[in-house]
């Protein structure tokens, strides 16, 4: 057609038909046009993509939080955003909608997979991140002949990996990570000769290893963690000769384990096998073909290792990260082990004794970890000269002693420093420079006063030095830490009035604990200057006065002044406080785990009464809220505003001077789980409303001056006689029955009251009925078709029965990494 006009053109004078020319002009405009969209983009893939957006956001549907593929328009697809075609034949060879720029999330509960059948072409699919679901869609997907890369990780897909799995012949790279896939491993997928990258980690898979895995001869990484996988590891493994990373951990592999399967695999440079704690690994002294990056056997079973005997660990010249926590390793630790990493090792939670040993010549170690050991002795004085790099040291929950000034002297340089919960002694030392991002000296002997070479002009974002013999007081003028987040100086003997402008110098504080001293005085109105602050915790010591009005502390969460003297009202703005006020409770980005640095966090623990003391950390402290003023002189009526708390958990305002009725408000307390209002003057009837707090776990109204019936039904059927005794005109509850004849405002009170009863009565039953068969026999059918499940609970209660016994009620401690995360979390008080 072109060559047409041409002809057309030069035979024709321009000059006496000028319409002609611009006619000839636009045609060969529009021609150029099709034939670039032509060219662009076929026509029915085209179709296939759109079909495949439909299915993925239905036209007549809005998902709050989810945006479309809006740039699925027009008719180059070519252009698309995760779309990519041929460069000359334009077919669709890739499609990638994991990572998107406008951040859609695909949603479909049963993927189609029919709609791809038209992208005859495609080489490569990600439909990674998302929320798809229904079975693996494998007969659809393996008319894809070209099809070399297939990534459906992180969905919902359920049901067994299909037998089918070997069609997709052309696959070198196949993850189905991150899914809620069952049952046992193919045989067939040993079929696919041409996978070098297989990942079926986190899944709910079972049985064992299929010997056919032998076939996968060009395999390069082998993933398998986080699964319900058994038996031994079969020796398939020495016929994969490409292999470079092996991944089996979190498992329930068992018997014995050799690394001389792997000698002969040079590419080899990750391994880990840790979380099989039935998985025996044996002594190898042979010399491999590989050097190894990276080694995890962390809860493995290396108690038959003997790591006097160096074997092959000796011969890892390029190991960054060497992580054996809690293998069952005993002895000294031999002097080669602390260089035989170069960034990371990890020895705590085994059993080693004897001193700290030097390594042979200085290493370039960044990270180590000696915790929870038993090691003793001091620490020798050439220490940190043998560790010129090191950033963090964890010494935690041994028997180390020696002078605290050596320890803080040798280490100054690091950014994080744990030598808590052993029984080092001394003074803290006057001057002193320190680098250090996290210093925890918990549960020592060290004494003294607080100097301004720890407080001052340093970079601490923690500083924990609980359950000491420190004394004196916090002097405004020692304090200059800008960038401080936790500070515990709980358990010790500090003493005189807190300064005014102590909190003006610590602007960035999430956590004050200074619970169990002997400070005195007011508590300063500049508390409210802490914006940040989400935990206080200031129990047992002399406070007197009123409460400190902390209205504009809006993210706080607990908030502990129980065990002094503060007299005056409860303040009436406590519903200003955001994470009391939501009925959702706080969000999780509180407490759960405070970065700081690039690759370490610290884990803030928290000690509070919910009935009993416990310890919070981790997502349980983020959920946590609290309100403890007891055992004060507090005065005056419960404000009803305290109702306005929907988010509570926690309410425990017993042995004051409270006088006044129960606030009908709290029947919106609908979250609380704790609720002591023992030992004041409260007087009136209990609100029947409260029956609705279906929360309720602990209740307490004992020795007031309450009359009437008690509530019945709901949480309130479950409580003893103690929850009300020293009322003598409460009736109604467990070995106090009402008299037959009550006064008629009684009689109208119970009515409304059984009437609030009975319209839930139902509700109750089904309540019960279905927590009973889903609460027990859901959990006992789950432990017991889960061998994984069932064993870990089984060994999670033997170490905490173990470690309450050995430890009684010293404080333990202890730290593990993931993902390249350094989290330290303390375990008991």
């Not at 926590?325 to 002097?335: F, H």
């Not at 700081?596 to 416990?614: A, C, D, L």
């Amino acid at each position: 057609m072109i060559c047409a006009m041409a002809a057309t053109f030069s035979s024709i004078s321009l000059f006496r038909r000028p319409w002609l020319v611009m006619f000839l002009t636009l045609a060969l405009i529009l021609h150029l046009s099709m034939a670039s969209d032509s060219t662009s983009c076929n026509g029915s893939e085209r179709e296939a993509l759109l079909g495949l957006k439909a299915s993925f956001f239905p036209p007549n549907e809005t998902i709050e939080g989810v945006e479309d593929l809006d740039s699925w328009k027009g008719l180059n697809c070519c252009d698309w955003e995760g779309v990519e075609c041929h460069n000359t034949t334009y077919h669709v060879v890739g499609l990638n909608l994991s990572s998107l720029r406008s951040n859609a999330n695909l949603q479909s509960e049963n993927f189609d997979a029919n709609l791809l059948t038209p992208l005859e072409q495609l080489q490569y699919l990600v439909l990674s991140n998302n929320k798809l679901g229904g079975e693996l869609p494998v007969e659809e997907i393996s008319s894809l002949k070209h099809l070399y890369w297939l990534d459906l990780s992180k969905n919902s897909f359920e049901g067994k990996i299909p037998e089918e799995i070997d069609q997709l012949l052309s696959l070198r790279h196949l993850n189905l990570s991150n899914n809620q896939l069952q049952g046992r491993l193919p045989e067939s997928l040993g079929n696919i000769s041409s996978l070098q990258f297989l990942s079926l980690s986190t899944n709910q898979l079972q049985g064992t290893i299929p010997l056919s895995f032998a076939n996968l001869s060009l395999l390069k990484d082998l993933d398998l963690e986080d699964n319900q996988l058994e038996g031994t590891i079969p020796p398939i493994f020495d016929k994969l000769r490409y292999l470079e990373h092996l991944n089996l951990s979190r498992n329930d592999f068992s018997g014995n384990f050799s690394f001389s399967m792997l000698a002969n695999h040079p590419n080899l440079t990750i391994v880990n096998l840790s979380h099989n704690n039935k998985l025996v690994i044996l002594q190898t002294n042979d010399t491999p073909a590989f050097q190894l990056v990276e080694l995890d056997l962390s809860y493995s079973d290396m108690s038959k290792y003997d790591l006097s005997v160096p074997g092959f660990l000796s011969n890892q010249k390029t190991l960054s990260k060497l992580l054996l926590a809690y293998s069952n390793l005993s002895g000294s630790i031999p002097p080669w082990v602390l260089g035989a990493s170069h960034n990371w090792l990890y020895l705590h939670g085994n059993m080693f004794t004897g001193q700290l040993v030097l390594p042979p010549t200085p290493t370039d170690l960044l990270k180590l970890d000696l915790s929870n050991n038993r090691l003793s002795g001091e620490l020798p004085k050439e220490y940190h000269s043998f560790f010129p790099h090191l950033s963090e040291i964890n010494v935690s929950g041994n028997v180390l002693t020696g002078n605290v000034a050596s320890y803080l002297h040798a280490f100054q340089g690091l950014d994080m420093l744990d030598l808590s919960v052993n029984k080092i002694s001394g003074n803290l030392p006057l001057e002193l420079s320190l680098n250090l991002l996290f210093l925890d000296l918990t549960n020592n002997q060290v004494t003294g006063n607080l100097p301004a070479s720890i407080t001052y002009g340093n970079r601490l974002r923690a500083l924990w030095l609980s359950n000491n013999h420190l004394t004196g007081p916090l002097l405004s003028e020692n304090f200059n830490l800008l960038q401080l987040e936790s500070l515990r100086l709980d358990g010790n003997s500090f003493s005189g009035t807190i300064p005014k402008n102590l909190f003006l110098r610590i602007p960035s504080l999430k956590v004050l604990n200074i619970r169990n001293n002997n400070f005195s005085g007011s508590i300063p109105v500049e508390l409210e200057e802490l914006s940040n602050l989400q935990v206080l915790i200031l129990r047992e010591n002399r406070f007197e006065d009123g409460l400190p009005v902390m209205c504009m502390v809006k993210r706080l969460t607990i908030l502990d002044l129980s065990r002094n003297n503060l007299r005056e009202s409860i303040p009436p703005c406590f519903q200003n406080i955001s994470s009391w006020v939501q009925n959702s409770g706080p969000s999780l980005e509180s407490l759960n785990s405070t970065r700081i640095g690039t690759e370490t966090s610290y884990r803030e623990v928290v000690s509070f009464t919910k009935g009993n003391n416990y310890d919070y950390f981790g997502l349980t402290l983020s959920l946590m809220t609290g309100i403890d003023l007891s055992q004060n002189q507090l005065q005056g009526h419960i404000p009803t505003e305290l109702g306005l708390l929907k988010g509570l958990i926690v309410l425990n305002i017993s042995n004051n001077h409270l006088t006044g009725s129960i606030p009908a408000s709290f029947d919106q307390l609908r979250r609380i789980e704790v609720l002591d209002l023992s030992n004041n003057k409260l007087e009136g009837r209990i609100p029947p409303q409260l029956v609705l707090l279906y929360s309720l776990s602990t209740f307490s109204v004992a020795n007031n001056n309450l009359s009437g019936v008690v509530p019945n039904g709901f949480q309130f059927s479950t409580f003893s006689e103690s929850s009300y005794h020293g009322n003598p005109g409460l009736c109604g509850f467990m070995g106090k029955p009402c008299s037959t004849t009550l006064p008629p405002s009684e009689v109208n009170e119970d009515e409304e009251e059984d009437s609030i009863w009975e319209k839930d009565n139902l509700v109750l039953y089904a309540v019960i009925a279905m927590g009973f068969i889903v609460g027990f026999w859901g959990v006992l059918a789950f432990f017991f078709l889960n061998m994984k499940w069932r064993t870990l609970c089984f060994e999670t209660m033997d170490r905490s029965i173990s470690s309450l016994s050995l430890r009684g009620k010293s404080r333990g401690y202890s730290s593990f990494s993931s993902s390249g995360v350094t989290s330290y979390s303390v375990l008991g008080k």
